[in-house]
């Protein structure tokens, strides 16, 4: 096996942070969670991009709906009016999201990786998503994205490695402040 | 009484005679002894002036040995300094090729570094080629769009005309037999064109993702050569310190 199972749990975990890291702390209620696959009826298009190293490449892919709904959860992650919001800026911001989470991505595997490099983000028709299996791969794996507001979102991760590739890496532990005794 | 005055008087001449006679004697030792001592103190004083003169004989000796010494110390020194000088600058010759030889290669590298930068250029390029692309396939999308529209109203023609040849009875077999080709046909049509969709869809995401990867992998051989760029300015500032 040329990706080891801890070095797909790493980069499944990576993911997972980089999506809650792109989509911003306002966000604290969002659950991502691993799926078999995605529903694609209720999206439209995916914001894609590339972690490219000698050894390994990384894919991630965000799929979204373009439509009003998904303009005004946008709008509200970059701090923008919903309504002066065009197509190329809803783009964007969706884009912006995704460079987000895989620079955050990026960030975690130079710990193990010396040389690496992120690509800008693209947009295609959720219509290439099946193909992703495909392009060549070792690892894909799904995620949906549970909103608040029932929004739809789902991400892929694809990774395929040209030399034996392992690595652990756990999620920073979060601050416990709960549970302090207060005297007053 | 008389007697014992007699013999007191006998015992006082005794004793001055004994007295006198033991003075003499003393005298006589004391004049050999110090004839003795004269002849004596006569040898040391020989002796001492013999072992001064032999004392100043060495030192006059000694004094000429250091003087020699010290010529030769100087003239050690003298040489040891002439040696020094001429290493030091022979090394300083050769440290000062070394630095030059190796200032020289850094600024080499360095105009190679920054020459390797300029393939950005060659990625907006290949961004530019990649968006033509982008665009060809969104073209052959629309275009692909289109021809299944045709498909579709071919399947709804041909099924129309099948429907009109079973009107016609008998005499619409024969036409009955092309509508049913031109049927099959549009079916056949649309199936390619649902397969030369789904490839178009696959071929955007093959052209994005290999482009991706080499826009990526051109950004990890720019940042590794920013890397080095700055250790080659570490570098310099060494040499030239």
């Known amino acids: ?184 | 009484m008389m007697e014992v005055l007699i013999l007191l008087c006998g015992c006082a001449l005794g004793a001055v005679v004994g007295w006198w006679l033991c003075g003499r004697t003393l005298r006589n030792a004391a004049l050999q002894t110090e004839d003795v001592g004269k002849d004596a103190q006569w040898e040391v004083e020989n002796e001492n002036a013999r072992l001064q003169s032999q004392v100043d004989h060495l030192h006059s000796s000694l004094q000429q040995a250091q003087a020699s010494m010290q010529n030769a110390i100087g003239q050690w020194e003298q040489e040891q300094r002439q040696i020094e000088h001429s290493a030091g600058q022979q090394t300083q010759a050769v440290v000062r090729a070394v630095v030059q030889g190796a200032m020289g290669h850094s600024q080499t590298l360095a105009k190679a570094l920054a020459d390797l930068q300029g393939i950005s250029k060659t990625f907006e390029r290949w961004h530019a080629d990649m968006s033509k692309l982008v665009t060809h396939n969104k073209d052959m999308h629309e275009k692909n769009d289109e021809f299944a529209r045709i498909v579709r109203q071919m399947v709804i023609v041909a099924l129309n005309a099948s429907i009109e040849a079973a009107r016609a009875g008998g005499a619409g077999r024969g036409f009955a037999v092309v509508a049913n080709e031109m049927r099959t046909l549009s079916v056949n049509a649309e199936a390619l064109s649902k397969h030369y969709r789904d490839n178009l869809y696959k071929n955007d995401l093959i052209a994005t993702t290999t482009f991706q990867d080499m826009q990526a992998g051109g950004k990890m051989i720019i940042n590794a050569s920013m890397g080095l760029e700055l250790t080659n300015r570490k570098i310099q500032a060494a040499l030239s310190a």
């Open chain 1, 1 to 184: 096996m040329t990706l080891s199972q801890r070095a797909r749990d790493s980069l499944d975990s990576m993911m997972i942070a980089g999506l809650r890291q792109g989509m911003g702390p306002q966000h604290s209620e969002m659950q991502i969670r691993t799926v078999p696959a995605v529903e694609q009826d209720s999206l439209t298009h995916m914001a894609v991009l590339s972690i490219a190293s000698y050894s390994f490449r990384v894919i991630a892919a965000l799929h979204f709906a373009h439509d009003a709904r998904t303009r005004a959860w946008i709008a509200g992650v970059v701090g923008q009016d919903e309504r002066e919001m065009g197509p190329q800026p809803f783009i964007d911001a969706i884009c912006e999201v995704g460079n987000m989470c895989c620079g955050a991505m990026n960030r975690e595997l130079g710990a193990f990786y010396d040389c690496l490099g992120l690509s800008t983000p693209q947009i295609l028709d959720i219509r290439s998503l099946p193909h992703m299996a495909q392009i060549g791969t070792d690892h894909l794996q799904h995620f949906r994205i549970d909103m608040p507001g029932g929004l739809p979102l789902h991400a892929t991760l694809c990774a395929r490695a040209y030399t034996p590739m392992d690595f652990h890496w756990k999620p920073p532990e979060v601050e416990q402040v709960a549970g302090e005794l207060e005297f007053f």
